[in-house]
């Protein structure tokens, strides 16, 4: 070997023998790798299409189903608004006034993201048609059922309410001032028997607030039509412009307005207690299509004794005048509320002769009852705290007193009916003292001819008086009433409106839906 071959293979040896060499450490051999995939341009190839249509099936299935449930729990024919939201609002809230509030507001709320359950077209078309249309005061409303006041005590759920399918709605009583009412508790439940007994007091926030909400509600609907904002878009719908009734601004439906007087104003003070309307009168007139004047409230100690005819015509007179005062092309109608326990014949009369005097447009028959003797039948066994519950103070309502609201529409329909008191209408023909040609005056009675003559004279005095001018006075009707077949007596008793309002508390948003159902049911079977 050369010279310079060893130095090469000296050089070489002492490079391996380099710390950064060290031979003493052995290099573990690399794992063999297997492709276990195909290359990620094929693997996305091959499975996007299935991810897609993974995520479009799921996407798909959830949009589904929040439509279908949207669907569902809007529409009052779902059973769950009875059978899960009332037993449940019940159950969280045992005083049946905190229940309410709470029912109230989240109605409201609902309302406002338009999450709210309604009445939607066709819901009760599968009977074939039966047409429940009615026409009251003129107007031609979809159907004979109405909320009674008390739902809506202040105003602020009008059109919530209205979607719920009845054609009337009726909110108050509002008072002149602000009052708290009786103290708490002042609402109690008897779920077994579906009552309530409330002595709420006529609890207001004032007619100036209610009117306030009114107002703001007009001037909502006027802008969300393109009709411009504040008072003049304001008054451009009262006058009819908008093409609605100015109340309910909703065709075919009517907005009932109720007025009280203030708890601290004495009874005895007819003129006080007439400011009092009047004055509830000027500032929600413009925003009713009814005005309902409350003389029956059995919560506000007097009040019922202005049912009497003097106080009452009196009463009832500067309402109407009022009324009539509105600045708007249509006024409102005005209605009186009587109480139930207000049964006897001359106390009825009585009523009736006032409003006849002072141009009221009909009475809302019925309210609570102060009255127990009789409401439950011997059979039912209450039990102890129901028994305790039925002694508590305040106007009781239920199913108890469709039998009692039912004999009054009745009664009032026949007292309406006679017309006006003598002393209102015009002098009535006298009847001619000339002998009928060829008939003696001088024969005894009870001979054949004397009948001749009193017949002869009997058509002669119908073809002089002339028909009556006046307009027939409308009944509304409400207590107790809870399903269609009770909806149909009422109206063939002589109402023009059913008016509900313990069945919608225990039956649930559904349940103006359910008793035009049912009436269309009983009709078609005719």
């Not at 569902?72 to 779902?78: G, P, Q």
């Not at 009977?127 to 909320?147: C, E, M, W, Y």
């Not at 609605?244 to 003070?269: C, F, I, Y």
């Amino acid at each position: 070997m050369s010279p310079s071959s060893m130095r090469l293979l000296r050089t070489t040896r002492a490079s391996i023998r380099h710390p950064i060499f060290p031979l003493s450490r052995p290099i573990a051999p690399r794992p063999p790798t297997f492709q276990t995939s195909r290359p990620a341009s094929t693997a996305a190839e091959t499975s996007s299409p299935v991810i897609r249509l993974k995520n479009f099936f799921y996407g798909t299935s959830l949009a589904l189903f929040a439509a279908f449930g949207y669907l569902y729990i809007t529409d009052t024919r779902a059973s769950v608004h009875q059978w899960l939201v009332v037993p449940a609002i019940r159950w969280f809230y045992p005083d049946a006034e905190d229940a309410h509030y709470v029912g109230t507001q989240a109605l409201k709320a609902l309302y406002s993201f338009n999450l709210h359950p309604r009445e939607r077209d066709g819901s009760s078309r599968d009977t074939r048609g039966a047409d429940l249309s009615v026409t009251v005061f003129g107007q031609k409303l979809h159907n004979p059922i109405g909320t009674s006041a008390g739902i809506d005590k202040l105003g602020e759920i009008p059109d919530a309410l209205f979607a719920l399918g009845p054609a009337i709605v009726e909110v108050g009583g509002a008072t002149p001032v602000a009052q708290e009412g009786n103290p708490r508790p002042r609402v109690f439940r008897i779920p077994s028997q579906n009552v309530l007994i409330n002595r709420y007091g006529l609890n207001s926030l004032g007619a100036d607030d209610m009117a306030r909400r009114l107002r703001e509600r007009v001037r909502l609907f006027a802008y969300s039509r393109g009709y411009g904002v504040g008072q003049e878009a304001e008054e451009f719908v009262l006058s009819g412009g908008a093409g609605v009734p100015p109340g309910s601004l909703t065709e075919g439906r009517m907005l009932l307005v109720q007025v009280a007087k203030n708890k601290d104003t004495k009874d005895e003070d007819i003129e006080a207690v007439k400011r009092d309307y009047v004055y509830c009168v000027e500032r929600l007139a413009p925003y009713a299509d009814i005005l309902v004047v409350n003389v029956s409230s059995p919560n506000t100690p007097g009040l019922r004794t202005l049912q009497r005819v003097e106080p009452l015509t009196r009463i009832l007179e500067g309402v109407v005048g009022a009324a009539k005062s509105v600045k708007r092309p249509t006024t409102p109608k005005v209605m009186v509320k009587v109480s139930p326990d207000e049964d006897q014949d001359e106390q009825m009369e009585g009523i009736v002769e006032a409003i006849w005097k002072s141009g009221v447009d009909g009475v809302i028959v019925g309210n609570t009852t102060k009255r127990r003797q009789n409401l439950i039948p011997a059979n039912i066994n209450l039990t102890a705290k129901e028994t305790e519950i039925l002694d508590e103070q305040g106007g009781f309502s239920g199913p108890q007193m469709f039998e009692r609201t039912l004999n009054m529409v009745k009664r009032y329909r026949r007292l309406l009916d006679q017309g006006p008191p003598v002393s209102t209408q015009q002098e009535e023909p006298k009847e001619s003292s000339k002998p009928v040609a060829g008939i003696s005056s001088g024969d005894e009675p009870g001979s054949a001819i004397t009948e001749k003559i009193e017949s002869v004279k009997e058509a002669l005095t119908a073809a002089a008086t002339p028909a009556p001018s006046y307009e027939p006075k409308v009944i509304f009707a409400t207590g107790g009433i809870t399903n269609g077949k009770q909806a149909l007596e009422i109206l063939n008793a002589g109402a023009s409106v059913a008016q509900i309002y313990t069945a919608l508390v225990y039956g649930g948003s559904g349940t103006m839906t359910r008793i035009k159902k049912e009436m269309k049911e009983k009709i078609s079977k005719k």
